[in-house]
């Protein structure tokens, strides 16, 4: 899972997608109901969006007033939780395109942030879903989207993260990350039917990443 992450910078999404934001922009770093950007498809071509990154499902009436940790999707309950299975069902599949993202250490006994980039420099592009949630009361038009996230139990360096279960095996843990989109598949993830996109969730392997100790301590830093 992951509740911290510096989204990527609007010139590097610019240089790649070929899109610019049209109103405010996000701060460097966020943490959950922070508004970044995530990229959806448009009449099968991409648009750059920006809400809140906890995501609100169709039911929640009172959703902005009332936040719930919805950032992280399980991926294997998208399909049937009551918050995710409308924007999964419809297809509201997006990437969020990010800098780097942090995860916890408990190595030592203690939680030392690490934080996780791509050894080639490039923006990471993170499976997500996106809603767009219109209060009742004011007409008003909430974009928000939520992260998908695996278990991550066998990876040789993504089951090194978050506090551990001390009554549970090494491979009954349910660590959580979350999933990365292959540049080659993007298309495919935001405009390819069901089955299609659902093969493309998988972790990378350890050589993509480039990943340490975190200077930061907290969102914004």
């Known amino acids: 899972m992951c509740n911290r992450y510096r989204p990527a910078r609007a010139e590097v999404i610019e240089a790649q997608w070929q899109l610019k934001p049209t109103g405010r922009l996000w701060k460097p770093g966020i943490g959950p109901w922070g508004e970044g950007p995530f990229i959806r498809a448009e009449n099968g ?3 750059l969006i920006v809400g809140l990154w906890a995501l609100i499902g169709d039911h929640d009436k009172k959703a902005i ?3 719930r940790m919805t950032n992280n999707a399980r991926w294997e309950t998208v399909a049937s939780l009551r918050t995710y299975k409308g924007p ?3 297809s509201q599949r997006c990437v969020i ?3 780097s993202y942090d995860e916890p250490n408990w190595e030592s006994g203690k939680n030392e942030w690490w934080s996780f980039r791509r050894a080639d420099a490039q923006p990471w592009h993170l499976a997500g879903l996106w809603n767009a949630w219109t209060d009742p009361e004011t007409g008003e038009v909430h974009e928000s989207y939520s992260m998908i996230t695996m278990n991550c139990d066998a990876h040789p360096l993504l089951r090194r993260f978050h506090k551990p279960e001390p009554d ?4 009954r843990q349910d660590k959580r990350s979350v999933v ?4 080659d598949d993007l ?3 935001l405009t390819g039917d069901v089955a299609a996109a659902s093969s493309l969730i998988r972790l990378p ?5 480039d990943a340490g100790p975190s200077a930061a301590t907290k969102p914004g830093v």
């Not at 549970?168 to 491979?171: K, S, V």
């Not at 990365?180 to 540049?183: E, G, L, P």
């Open 168 to 171: 549970l095996p090494a491979d």
């Open 205 to 209: 392997e350890a050589s993509v990443f």
């Open 65 to 67: 007033n009332r936040p």
């Open 45 to 47: 071509e991409p648009e």
């Open 180 to 183: 990365a989109i292959d540049v």
């Open 97 to 99: 395109p990010a800098e």
């Open 88 to 90: 999964w069902s419809r």
């Open 187 to 189: 298309r495919t993830w």
